[in-house]
């Protein structure tokens, strides 16, 4: 099981369609994946066996951990790049 | 949550002049406000959280931006508005707050939280990745036009 951070800036909750759409890309890949969806503030506290960080917004911060930009999964722009890098760090 | 009442006409202009992102911004509170979906401080709220999560988008065909706030007790019905400007003006960069977009299309938000508002908020993204909808926004004169296509694809 690979665990997964999706965050964003919170209020609207843009993570939630960052999240629902690497739910799908994970599921139509065959990898069973958990993920925390929770607010960029709140990422520190969260690190704990986590494989790959998905923002909808830039991070400066290096949590060390594989990070992805999801803005491709709010926009539509580079969709399939962003896919295939999240299914590299998760392969 | 009711789609059908998440827009109308009177929430949409389409040939709008702003001079810069708080203009645009205003205009589009003030639609809001004049139909009575928000408190003239949620505005205020979108302003204050421009500046620490900003907006912009680029998308394939254009820039657009999607002002919002938390809401408070300051929403008193779920709706949308749209504001087209003949100029673009600028917002800076939801991805990357360092980066500018040239922003024609704005969405002002005022949606209260619950499990609805994230579905909605998912079909919502899904018009603006369909570039044949949103040159459809972009070129149109109607108004009405822009109403039904939006809540066709929001249903």
């Known amino acids: 099981m690979k665990k997964i951070i999706v965050a964003c800036g919170g209020a609207v909750a843009t993570s939630t369609v960052a999240a629902s759409a690497i739910k799908d890309l994970c599921k139509a890949n065959q990898i069973p994946v958990e993920i925390i969806q929770i607010l960029m503030s709140e990422i520190e506290s969260n690190l704990d066996g986590v494989d790959l960080i998905v923002t909808t917004m830039r991070i400066k911060k290096d949590f060390g951990k594989p990070y992805v930009n999801g803005m491709a999964f709010l926009s539509g722009v580079n969709k399939e790049t962003t896919e295939e890098q999240i299914l590299s760090y998760l392969k | ?155």
């Open chain 2, 1 to 155: 949550m009711n789609i059908t009442n998440l827009l109308n006409e009177k929430l949409i202009c389409l040939d709008g002049t702003a001079a810069d992102s708080t203009e645009a911004i205003n205009l589009l509170g003030t639609m809001m406000v004049q139909d009575g979906y928000i408190h003239p401080s949620y505005i205020g709220a979108i302003h204050k959280r421009e500046i620490n999560f900003p907006t912009g988008i680029v998308l394939a065909s254009c820039g657009i931006a999607l002002p919002h706030a938390t809401p408070e007790d300051n929403v008193f019905k779920n709706g949308i508005a749209v504001l087209r400007l003949k100029q673009p003006v600028q917002f800076h960069s939801m991805e990357n707050p360092d980066d500018n977009v040239s922003v024609t299309l704005l969405f002002m938000l005022a949606l209260n939280g619950s499990e609805n508002h994230l579905n909605m908020l998912q079909k919502l993204f899904a018009i603006f990745q369909q570039e044949a909808l949103v040159r459809c926004i972009q070129q149109t004169t109607s108004a009405q036009e822009v109403c039904q296509l939006m809540l066709d694809n929001l249903k």
